[in-house]
């Protein structure tokens, strides 16, 4: 199985050209689903797990993996369905979500598919299973849904989200003369990032795509009255998105007349200098690794500072 990721490393020139690679793999149904490959350690059929006393059902164990004490996550269970037989074998995939590593049992393991982020639609709006997805696409006429791995974890892992560090009513003040748009195509990230903006203040527009955001802004800018755009702060976008990811919405906006100038924090469960070095690339403003709500807050209330100076 190692084999199926030993070209990973060279296929980061697609980063920038709304493209991605999709690690194929199912769980006990014969229904595909997909992963960023970027997301993807390793590979490996599923070791010997040490159960943990009082885990999130979901957990199966813990595993030794090269050196690491490793959470190994039944993702069938964990999105509400029926989980592995621990009997029957399975593989493993090693990932990093959110600055953590952490591994998904699931039943087999496919191949990687090269494809564009245009080719993936999002989940249908109401349709049952779809709460845990954030995209769907056709595959050689198959069917692949993309987990929302966020909610995922945010399921398994309760995490605080407030903001801990001081503000004080003067910052709120200011912030409330600027609104913030956030550009996410999981749910649960974008609730996670209103909830810290407006625990500052700010006013929050929510799109969840760059396809959508890119529309947004324009409608904006070609508005008769121009105040939205004059009051928007920065952007807040996610890299990974259906239609059309992050690195591209930044190119295009760098590209555009009135827009060229806008504020662009990428904030992705990406992580690794690669991705941070791709964001100076494309134009972004800054990059910050998710998802953090005082390392967040600290970065929108420092462009507030160099606005309000």
């Not at 009082?54 to 964990?78: E, N, Y």
């Not at 037989?85 to 090693?94: F, G, M």
């Not at 600027?178 to 203040?201: C, F, K, N, P």
Request: glycine share 6%; aromatic share 6%; net charge negative.
């Amino acid at each position: 199985m190692s084999t199926i990721l030993e070209s990973v490393d060279q296929r980061t020139n697609l980063a920038g050209q709304n493209r991605l690679e999709l690690l194929l793999f199912r769980l006990a149904s014969g229904q595909y689903f997909g992963i960023n490959v970027f997301k993807v350690c390793e590979v490996m059929a599923t070791p010997k797990l040490a159960r943990l006393p009082h885990a999130h059902p979901a957990i199966c164990g813990v595993a030794r993996i090269r050196g690491k004490t490793i959470p190994v996550l039944d993702l069938a269970q964990a999105t509400g369905g029926v989980p592995l037989a621990p009997d029957v074998a399975s593989l493993i995939i090693v990932t990093e979500y959110n600055r953590s590593v952490q591994a998904f049992k699931v039943a087999a393991v496919d191949r990687i598919v090269n494809l564009n982020w245009q080719e993936i639609l999002p989940p249908p709006s109401g349709a049952s299973g779809s709460a845990y997805l954030t995209g769907v696409t056709d595959v050689d006429d198959r069917l692949v849904q993309i987990l929302d791995v966020e909610k995922v974890l945010a399921e398994v892992n309760v995490m605080d989200q407030a903001v801990q560090m001081e503000t004080g009513q003067d910052v709120r003040d200011r912030a409330a003369n600027y609104s913030i748009l956030v550009v996410d195509d999981s749910i649960v990230a974008r609730r996670q990032v209103h909830g810290t903006l407006e625990q500052l203040g700010f006013e929050v527009h929510l799109a969840k795509n760059g396809e959508e955001a890119l529309e947004v802004l324009m409608a904006w800018r070609d508005s008769e009255n121009a105040s939205a755009l004059d009051s928007l702060l920065m952007v807040i976008s996610d890299i990974e998105m259906p239609r059309m990811d992050g690195y591209t919405l930044t190119a295009r906006l760098r590209e555009a007349e009135q827009l060229k100038s806008l504020y662009i924090l990428l904030h992705t469960s990406l992580s690794g200098v690669f991705n941070e070095g791709m964001s100076e690339r494309v134009g972004a403003d800054g990059f910050l690794a998710k998802f953090a709500p005082d390392e967040l807050a600290a970065r929108v209330l420092e462009r507030l500072d160099s606005v309000c100076a």
